[in-house]
């Protein structure tokens, strides 16, 4: 059973992490990819395999409302500066790297899940 409470707290930690780590742009979202995923897998307990579960959940939900905002926040500059058609390939080109990113955001929070599991046991 998915424990909501464990995920949002990985979630905030991820985001309130991302956001202060910003100035180190690669190393700072890992960074708060593996810290947020650790504090989801702590808090869910249960071994391994329930930490890890844990802990992709909440990168994965924090990867894609960090995608979706962006989308629209390219979407909305591109429609400003090129009209329509901007506007969509600047959503879909964010897209895209949105995609990546929140597949990142879930392979390390779920490494450190799986860590935080094993240790809050």
């Not at 991302?18 to 702590?42: K, M």
């Not at 249960?46 to 390219?74: C, K, M, Y």
């Amino acid at each position: 059973m998915t424990d909501w409470r464990a995920v949002g707290v990985g979630f905030v930690v991820i985001v309130v992490a991302g956001l202060l780590s910003a100035s180190v742009p690669v190393v700072g979202q890992i960074g708060a990819g593996l810290i947020g995923g650790f504090a989801a897998g702590y808090v869910a307990g249960g071994g391994l395999a329930r930490g890890a579960w844990h802990g992709l959940l909440a990168g994965s939900v924090a990867g894609v409302v960090v995608t979706l905002a962006l989308s629209l926040f390219g979407g909305l500059l591109g429609t400003v500066g090129g009209g329509p058609l901007g506007g969509f390939l600047g959503g879909a080109g964010v897209l895209v790297v949105g995609v990546f990113l929140t597949v990142l955001f879930a392979l390390d929070s779920a490494l450190a899940g799986a860590i935080g599991g094993v240790v809050a046991d």
